[in-house]
């Protein structure tokens, strides 16, 4: 809601493709991330996946992830975000995050503040999370 809302509001078209099943069948792989979207326009594979980790799930992910193709993946962990952005197809300087860099800002959406934006997600009440959030915008 947060990330729509703010995608909006700067006026970047996005395509929420919500929890949708991506598969590589040439690759043999498939990942189910918990929101995603597509930036600019409607494409095969996502921009971003969004991943939230309550009980299981690990950077293990990001390996399935690349081999689909997508550039950007953000994992929810212990009350906070971690951003990834691919960086190599075949694994050199990146190994560890199976081709992925480990960043402090979205390169699709560079000027959102992520710690506002963790704030808020932990905001209960949906109408003051939304108020909150778009305190911190102005």
Wanted: charge should be negative; include cysteine.
């Amino acid at each position: 809601m947060l990330l729509e809302h703010y995608m909006y509001r700067k006026r970047i078209n996005c395509i929420p493709m919500g929890s949708t099943t991506f598969r590589n069948k040439a690759k043999k792989t498939g990942a189910e991330p918990d929101e995603c979207y597509c930036i600019g326009e409607e494409k095969s594979v996502p921009d971003i996946a969004i991943e939230v980790n309550i009980t299981s799930g690990n950077i293990d992910k990001l390996e399935i992830y690349r081999r689909l193709g997508v550039k950007e993946v953000w994992m929810w962990k212990s009350n906070g975000l971690s951003l990834y952005h691919l960086r190599e197809e075949t694994l050199k300087q990146f190994v560890d995050t199976y081709g992925y860099e480990r960043i402090t800002a979205s390169e699709f959406l560079p000027e959102l503040d992520i710690s506002l934006l963790e704030r808020c997600v932990l905001i209960t009440n949906s109408l003051q999370c939304i108020d909150e959030f778009e305190q911190g915008l102005n």
